[in-house]
């Protein structure tokens, strides 16, 4: 019994790789003890790589570390030498000429007991543990030890090591073939829905030009008939004016034929010498009729300039019908409607009490509310104030424009409700969207990482990437907003006694949204409301 306790410690207390009582001995990340040269020489021939492991469980280790020595183990050994304990003689595992030496043994080689053909190296039984313990080194081919080792391998194993080798790399290369076989599966799936993409782009825009073209046609016969009205019109009253002013141009020369011959007798009168005869001949002279007063007939009648007016007011009502009707019309594609077709019906909810089916309890973040506005109503109303609350610095707080972000991320299908009292910008916006400054890079709808609705008076304007859409619609002071995220849709509502949509976008979400409100007026407020003031548990059952 003495024999083999003292057969166990010097066992417990030899090093692995020169089978000797410790000598510096060092502790390395494993818990496994070496001679302190010992496993430096080991980690040395390993350099190059940048490799390290133990030599005795094989674990890994990704930075080389530095050896202190243990004292507490080199006490112990230093102990045992003083009790006469030294390494077992090992004299007859030591090689001579024939056999094969241990690579691994440091000093004076013992006889390497196998070969390992994955490794390349031969192990003396020490050595050889590893082999049989760490479960990556059991799959290793093992055979009799070999002093020609790599020549051996490849005169009577290469065969079978490399058969081997060639399953396990073809197993990976069916692996890749199949990622990238996938991969091209969905980029010509792709591919196809972009070529669906351009073949609707095309026929919508043949139909719109067809359509068009059409209302400008009819447009202009309509204006050209108006036109051709109005010069039968004019030509009609000038008819009747220069018939009018001709009947009275006519009896004006009557007038002055009757006149010239009244002349002429008193003119011949005049001459008569005799003025008996004079006086006999005056009493009978007839008397002139009153004159017509020809002068109260206006011969350049203003009906001619009240139709110039008349067709000059009906110029300027057009042109401003078609300014205000032509911003309404989007006059360019934006990317956002590219790249996907457009949803299935069936994929949007019908009705109010279709949409509050996907209704979300949506809260504020305090923290990134702007620090003049004023949260309450649980965290569901913000108000922006003269005198800013006390609020601590944060690094997700907005420092320039009254806005405010939801705590909850937004994926999936969802639906809320905004009350608002003054002029306001419902938006969605991404985590990432900028906090600081005044540009366009940190407000709603100024860049590409948020949309926004702007709800002012009885207009909405549509903002996105700084782009500005304006909208006409009906405006309440609810607006419901409808996400279904992963289809890419994005749409407005005006909400009173019904919904009416505003404004629908489609595009491509990369990352979960949160809800946004910028208010824009100190004394302004809005609210994510519960639909017709309750709970919304309550409404959904």
Known sequence: MAQQAVQLDRETFSCSICLDLL???????????????????????????????????????????????????????????KTGLQAAPAEHRYTVHEDVACDFCTGRKLKAIKSCLVCLASYCEKHLQPHYDVAPLKKHKLVEPSKNLQKNICARYSTVSAAAERTERQRELEERRGNIQQRIQDREKDVKLLQQEVEAINHSADKTVEDSEKIFTELIRLLQKRRSDVKQQIRSQQETEVSRVKDVQEKLEQEITELKRKDAELEQLSHTEDHNQFLLNYPSLPALSESTKYSSFSFLPPYFEDMTDAVSMFREKLQNLLKDTWKNIPMTVTKENILLPEPKPEQQPTGRAGFLKYLCDITLDPNTAH?????????????????????????????????VLSKESLTGRCYWEVERSSRVYVA???????????????????????????????????????????ISGPVSSRVGVYLDHEAGILSFYSVSESMTL????????????????????IGGSAEFCKPNGQNPLEVLH
């Open 502 to 521: 505003i404004h629908r976008v489609q595009t491509r979400f990369t990352e979960p949204l949160h809800a946004g409100i910028w208010v824009c007026n």
């Open 23 to 81: 000598t510096d001995p060092v502790t390395i990340p494993c818990g496994h003890s070496y001679c302190m040269n010992c496993i430096n020489s080991f980690w040395d021939d390993g350099e190059q790589k940048k490799s390290y492991h133990c030599p005795q469980c094989g674990k890994s280790i990704t930075q080389r570390p530095d050896l202190e020595k243990n004292t507490i183990l080199s006490a112990l050994v230093e102990q045992l030498k």
């Open 371 to 403: 620090r003049y506005l004023l949260l309450s109503e649980g965290n569901r109303k913000v108000v922006v104030m003269e005198q800013h609350p006390s609020y601590s610095s944060h690094p997700d707080r907005f420092t320039h424009y009254y806005q």
């Open 428 to 470: 969605v916006a991404y985590k990432n969207i900028s906090r600081t400054g005044g540009g366009i890079e940190s407000g709603f709808g100024g860049n590409d990482k948020s949309w926004a609705l702007n709800c002012y008076q009885n207009i909405y304007h549509f903002f996105h990437n700084n782009e500005s859409t304006p």
